[in-house]
């Protein structure tokens, strides 16, 4: 969790904040699906808060890019 890119909005104000941002015509699904998206980068941003990010390069290699 990166509280720079959160400010001072709790999990729970996020979480409740989401579904604001979509259509009017969103789905439960179009829901689910943005959340699942910021429960993801906030995962990815506790890993590079953590040090277990990757360089671009190593990923590419990895990828045999």
Known sequence: ???RMAGSRTNRDR??????DLPGDATFDDAIV????????DAGLTE???GKGLFHEDAKRRLDL
């Open 15 to 20: 979480i409740l904040h989401a579904p604001r």
């Open 34 to 41: 943005s959340l699942v998206f910021l429960a993801k980068v």
């Open 48 to 50: 590079l808060d953590e």
């Open 1 to 3: 969790y990166n509280p």
